[in-house]
Each structure stands twice: as C-alpha cells, then as structure tokens.
C-alpha cells in the first residue's frame, strides 16, 4: 500500500476499534435506539452540509430503494446490534463476533454468485463457525438472558453488515462513497427513528454525552465510512475489509486490559480460531507454493 493508503487503513483499525468504548457512554445516555438514530442523522447530515458548501457534486440517482436497503442493514441492523449487544456482553466479545462479518460475507457472496468459495475459504469459513462456538459456549460471565440475547443481537448485526456489504457492491457499484455514506446513513437514521417511541431517550443527556454522540456521528462514522469507501476502490474489498481483524485486537485490548472485561481463556482460543479462519477466507494468509516440476531429460 502506499503512505497515504496506509494511513488511511490505521485511521479505519484505531477509529473503529475505540468507537466500542464510546458506544457503550452513547448508549448509557441515548440508549440503543436514540444512539443509532441520532448518530446516523448527523453523520448524514454533516456530510451532506460539507459537500454542498464545498461544492462537490452529489448523485443520488441510483435511487431511495438501493440506499435504504443498505441503510437498513449495513448501517441500522448492524449498528442496532452492537448498541445493544455491547453493554450486555462487552466491548471484548462484540469485537471479536466484528471480526466474523468476512466470513458472513463470503457465503453471501458466494449465493450471490458474487464470490467463489474456494477450498482454503472454506476450511476458513468452518474456523469461523467453531470459533464462534467457542467464544458463545465457553464464557467468563454466567450464561445470563441478557448475555445471550446480547450476543444473538451481535450476530445478527454481523449478518447485516455483510449482507449490506454484498449489496452495496452488486446494486451501487457505480455510486461514489459520499453517496452511499450520506444516502444508507439518512435512510438508516429515518428507519430508526420511530423506535424512540417505544426505546426513549432515558434522561436529558449532559453536554460531555452531547460530545461523545457528535464524535461517535461525525469521526467514527461519517469519515470512517468514507474512507472505508474509498479504501475499497484503491486497494480492494478484500484488503481493506481485513482492517477487522486490527479493529478486533484494538477492541479487546481496551475491553479486557483497560474496561477489565472478563474473557476466558477458551474465549481467547476463539477469537484466535476466528481471526484464522477469516486470514484463509480472505486470502491473508499466503497458499502454499508448489516445487516447480522439473521435466526428465
């Protein structure tokens, strides 16, 4: 990668991977949904504000359906889910269940006709699942209803994540990153918004959690997402998306060495099983070579 591109891939891994310490303040003052909701309305709403006073045009041709499909479930499902899933289980757990969204991805891909599964994917792709077996069925905490709702809700942000991931690439594939950013971020921030009816703010926030919900909004998600965008067309999806795996060790470094979260030691045996099996389903790890054949003489 070159300077700027791998700047652009650390901003991605140490923004990502602090933004979970952030969503659990978020949260404690928005709660769930008011911490999706209005994270997503600003971020979208910056954005748009920049670009019109910069100038820099925007195409929103391809139409509401595409951007609220992915604004549905890249941004609403998938973040839904790690704001509820994060006071429940941890900043460590949510991170590492991030880092199966490759796996998720790859299947879906592969339905979609998308992707290709090749061997080594799959044998990585079957790492993953035991691996989440293992982080799920072995853990430091008591299996509590709110653990395992927690990591249901986890999971199915994950599955969001790649499943608007694979549209995004099939339905806007020629849609610039401000775009999809501002127009799945708007959607998402609209779909949400009606649950605060039902999951309200739980009391007049201070203006420090003010600070925290601009931050998470405009920092981790607005610029995040474009970069991540932008990433994608420069690089590739498969390199970037492995940014993950650095978000996952960022994350459970801060949840269990700074937040003192409890992890097990099998739980650890998990994520590593899960991070492998992502390595071989993106092709991080290098295949083997074969020794040339040599002809008889």
Same mark, same amino acid.
């Given at each position: ?180 950013? +501002?127009?799945? $971020?708007?959607?998402?921030? /609209? =779909?949400?918004? *009606? @649950?605060? #009816?039902?999951?309200?703010?739980? &009391? ?45 060790? +960022?994350?459970? $470094?801060?949840?269990?060495? /700074? =937040?003192?979260? *409890? @992890?097990? #030691?099998?739980?650890?045996?998990? &994520? ?26």
């Amino acid at each position: 990668m070159k300077p700027g591109q791998l700047a652009a891939y650390i901003f991605l891994a140490v923004a990502w991977g602090l933004s979970f310490t952030l969503v659990l303040r978020v949260v404690e003052s928005f709660g769930w949904v008011g911490a999706v909701s209005l994270r997503c309305l600003i971020a979208s709403g910056t954005l748009y504000l920049v670009a019109k006073a910069s100038g820099r045009p925007l195409d929103f041709s391809a139409g509401w359906r595409a951007f609220s499909i992915v604004g549905a479930t890249t941004v609403t499902g998938q973040l839904i889910g790690l704001s509820y899933a994060t006071p429940q289980i941890g900043t460590a757990m949510a991170a590492i269940f991030v880092a199966s969204i490759p796996l998720f991805s790859m299947l879906i891909g592969q339905l979609w006709g998308l992707e290709k599964i090749s061997a080594q994917s799959m044998i990585g792709i079957c790492c993953g699942i035991v691996g989440i077996v293992v982080l799920v069925g072995f853990p430091a905490v008591p299996v509590t209803q709110a653990f395992v709702l927690g990591s249901f809700a986890c999971m199915i942000g994950c599955l969001c994540a790649a499943f608007g991931s694979n549209y995004a690439s099939r339905f806007l594939k020629g849609t610039g990153s401000w775009e999809i950013t +501002i127009g799945s $971020f708007f959607a998402g921030g /609209v =779909l949400t918004l *009606p @649950l605060l #009816a039902v999951v309200p703010v739980p &009391a007049l926030p201070s203006l420090v959690d003010v600070g925290y919900l601009i931050a998470l909004a405009i920092i981790m998600s607005a610029l995040t997402y474009i970069t991540y965008f932008r990433l994608v067309a420069t690089i590739g999806a498969t390199k970037t998306i492995s940014v993950e795996f650095v978000v996952t060790v +960022i994350a459970v $470094f801060i949840g269990a060495f /700074v =937040l003192d979260e *409890p @992890l097990s #030691a099998a739980q650890f045996i998990g &994520a590593a099983i899960i991070i492998i099996g992502c390595a071989l389903v993106l092709g991080v790890l290098p295949a083997r070579r074969r020794a040339p054949v040599v002809p008889d003489l």
